[in-house]
């Protein structure tokens, strides 16, 4: 019986294809309902203020995480010139979040690089 065993769940996970999921820490797990809300916050008292510029460094962090991996060619956000850079990925996010107010900050994240062709 338990030769059988091994076989089986060998064809099983084989059967489910690669796993394409990944370990997400800190602020990429917000919810894009939540990152909706802390974009309003304007009140630099506020800790939903703080939070706000936390959930946005992680998203700059985690598109240059993805850039280093890309050795020399790895500029995820050239396209959306310098100057610019955190407000169009803010507005891009936003966007996105709208229509999937349930998704984590990562999975928009994830969306984005896949919008800016990679």
């Given amino acids: ?7 089986a769940i060998a064809v099983a996970l ?3 294809g690669p ?4 370990m997400v820490l800190g602020a990429g797990t917000t919810s894009c309902g939540q990152w909706l809300a802390d974009q309003q916050v304007n009140d630099p008292n ?10 946005m460094e992680w998203v700059l962090g985690y598109l ?3 850039n280093a991996g890309a050795g020399e060619a ?3 956000t050239a396209g ?23 998704n984590d900050l990562s999975e928009a994240a994830d969306e984005l690089i896949r919008a800016l062709g990679r």
């Fill in 14 to 16: 084989l059967a489910a």
């Fill in 1 to 7: 019986m338990r030769r059988g065993l091994a076989p």
């Fill in 80 to 102: 959306l010139g310098r100057s610019s850079t955190a407000t169009a990925i803010t507005g891009w996010l936003s966007s996105r979040c709208l229509s999937h107010p349930g």
């Fill in 74 to 76: 790895g500029d995820i």
């Fill in 19 to 22: 796993a394409t999921a990944h």
């Fill in 46 to 55: 506020a800790v939903r203020y703080f939070d706000k510029h936390v959930e």
């Fill in 64 to 66: 240059t995480a993805f």
